[in-house]
């Protein structure tokens, strides 16, 4: 038995705004792609041809006048290789970029001829070809979605929600670009260092001439030995085909110090961190200012508005939206992940609408409800698990494959304020089967329960309620702890290298989340919540409280003015779940969100300092710098 969705009030939804009906979703969803556009046959075909061409095109030969150093130029080539890989899937307009890239590099290096003179050439020419095609396809198939959404939502448009228009995009992608850039900024000095390092050391060396008597392996590292001067060197070479044993080679000595010429240094390391953190930070900067960018475009004005149904996806978290008339959930049209968005004015607003309750009608039922909760109880004693509730939304702009877009609806029939969610991800058209048709297909002991239910065992008390971390929490954190001891002594085992940086991004987030995990608390009294994580205790009185949730293991309690106070990580509810037990963090969120909602079951008396905590994350930082130094004593 099936519950209904859960009802947004007619004050929150536009005028003129149309509803979504099925035959309308039917002709977006037609309009998808065709098959043979998908990225992954094109990724895959593209990954084959780049592989054959680089293993059948010439390689010029380390020389003493051309020799194998650093090349820049071949490095950059390299990264827009696998950006375009990459963007095959993510970003097809600057895939088309770098299609056209590769080929012009192609042809400036090995000429028109010989690129359509061997089989390889001519198979990567045509491959690219066809992806480009599949890109094209792809970019006006979207198009073609957008238009149809634009008339299935008519000629009513409205600006989005004062929420959504302060909603941030793209800062965390610019943070991580910001640091991997830097980490490829740092290879790249680290490789000149090396090159000018040899420059130097051979302005000043001896210039012999040597013949090659022997082509040796040692450890798998092939090894030349070259006889010059009465003396016989040894030295370790990547490409031995070029050296061809009673074969003359020119090397540079200088006392014990001796190098080949041809291959005079090997900076391979540096030159794939350079590779690693290029690509990763290029695509991290690319996805942020795309996300930025969109978003800013779904801010500049009035937008197309349409009734929908929304749906969180059991696992993934994943917002799937279904046809307004499609009451069962049966057709998902589109799917994305997003987040909330908070204003002050809204919440506002929300507090009113929970006084006011049943006056509009939104709540007032004629037993289906109940009818429904009874369904639900009954899918739950024969283990069945229900799917999550369907909910009104009212979706914001035109959706197609790569837009942003914007929602409003209620969380939940229990929860009066009504929430905005923003997409953090690109709108990606619904795979027949991806998401589960019905709550049979799933099993799950825990079941979100009313506030109702909630409030049942949270009884009135003069004294604060306490809730701290509890056995996964702190199994959490001291499993982070291990890998925090183990990773400073491996960044300092070495002694000072390119790793130390790495330990001083990660040690930082390493410590607020052992200190988290260890002893979070959240104190209940009077006036509101103490929320004490890694570094402080926060004040949060209950009249700012917009809202209190669970996600991505963690608690986030909503503020009014400053955004929210964040605890995380609070255990591990994936693990909890699988081994049949009620996520402790998930329970937390429920009890605080029914005493916000219930005045009547607050504790009456004012918490003291010894019920709020103390943060730890100072002394684990004392501990860290001790520890650090215990290693450097012992090595």
């Known amino acids: 038995m099936s519950r209904p969705p859960v009802p947004l009030s007619a004050e929150h939804i536009p005028p003129g705004t149309a509803d979504w009906r099925t035959p309308d979703a039917r002709r977006w969803l037609a309009a998808v792609p065709a098959r043979w556009a998908h990225p ?6 593209l990954l084959v041809s780049i592989v054959w061409e ?3 095109a010439p390689a010029a030969p380390c020389t003493s006048a051309d020799p194998c150093g650093t090349d820049w130029l071949g490095l950059g080539t390299a990264v827009v290789l696998v950006l375009t890989l990459y963007w095959v899937w993510r970003q097809p307009r600057l895939a088309l970029a770098g299609l056209a890239a590769l080929l012009t590099a192609l042809v400036a290096e090995d000429g028109v001829a010989a690129v359509f003179g061997r089989p390889s050439g001519l198979a990567f020419l045509g491959v690219a070809a066809l992806t480009a095609a599949g890109l094209v396809h792809r970019l006006a198939a979207a198009a073609r979605q957008r238009s149809l959404a634009l008339e299935a939502a008519g000629p009513a448009a409205h600006p989005l929600p004062a929420a959504a228009r302060t909603f941030r995009r793209g800062r965390l992608s610019f943070v ?3 640091l991997l850039l830097a980490v490829a900024g740092f290879g790249c000095w680290q490789a000149q260092q090396v090159a000018d390092a040899y420059e130097e050391r051979a302005a000043g060396a001896t210039h012999l001439s040597g013949r090659v008597t022997a082509l040796e392996q040692d450890d798998g590292v092939d090894v030349l030995k070259v006889e010059a001067d009465g003396r016989t060197h040894r030295f370790e070479t990547a490409f031995p085909e070029d050296f061809p044993v009673d074969g003359r080679v020119d090397i540079v000595v200088d006392g014990d110090w001796a190098a080949l010429v041809a291959e005079p240094y090997d900076a391979f390391g540096w030159e794939l961190l350079v590779l690693g953190g290029s690509v990763a930070g290029l695509a991290f900067l690319v996805n942020g200012v795309e996300g930025l960018t969109r978003a800013k475009r779904l801010r500049r004005g009035p937008l197309p508005v349409l009734r929908v149904l929304v749906r969180e996806g059991h696992d993934d978290g994943r917002t799937w939206v279904f046809a307004a008339d499609d009451p069962e959930g049966l057709r998902p049209i589109l799917h994305f992940h997003s987040l909330y968005a908070f204003d002050d004015e809204d919440e506002e607003d929300d507090d009113g609408d929970e006084e006011d309750g049943d006056e509009d009608g939104s709540d007032a039922g004629d037993g289906s409800e109940a009818v429904a909760e009874l369904g639900r109880i009954a899918e739950i004693l024969r283990g069945e698990d229900p799917a999550p509730p369907l909910r009104e939304a009212v979706l914001y702009g035109a959706p197609h494959a790569g837009a942003e877009v914007a929602f409003v609806s209620r969380d939940d029939a229990d929860d009066p304020e009504v929430s905005v969610e923003c997409s953090v991800t690109a709108v990606k058209p619904a795979v027949p089967g991806l998401v589960e048709r019905g709550p049979q297909r799933r099993k799950r002991k825990n079941q979100r329960r009313s506030v109702d239910e909630i409030a049942v065992g949270l009884t009135p008390t003069t004294d604060p309620r306490v809730w ?6 702190r199994a959490v954190g001291l499993g982070l702890l291990l890998v925090q001891g183990g990773g ?7 002694g000072p290298s390119w790793s130390w940086l790495w330990l001083a991004v990660g040690l930082p987030w390493l410590v607020t989340a052992v200190a988290t995990a260890l002893t979070w608390r959240i104190t209940a009294d009077r006036d509101g919540l103490w929320v004490t994580g ?10 700012v409280i917009t809202s209190v949730r669970h996600s991505d293991d963690g608690i986030r309690v909503g503020r009014a003015k400053d955004s929210s106070v964040d605890l995380s990580p609070t255990g591990w ?8 037990r009620e996520p402790r963090a998930e329970r937390v969120v429920e009890e605080v969100r029914a005493l916000l909602l219930r005045p009547e079951l607050r504790p009456l008396e004012e918490a003291t300092a010894g019920q709020q905590g103390m943060p730890v994350g100072p002394p684990l930082v004392a501990l860290s710098v001790l520890w650090g130094a215990a290693v450097l004593l012992l090595l």
């Open 468 to 473: 701290t971390a509890h056995g996964f929490s």
């Open 573 to 580: 509810a994936w693990l909890e779940r699988r081994l049949g």
């Open 176 to 178: 991580l670009a910001a």
């Open 488 to 494: 400073i002594w491996a960044a300092l085992d070495e």
């Open 40 to 45: 992954l046959w094109a990724f895959l075909v």
């Open 534 to 543: 890694a570094w402080r205790v926060r004040r949060v009185p209950w009249d």
């Open 54 to 56: 680089v293993a059948a």
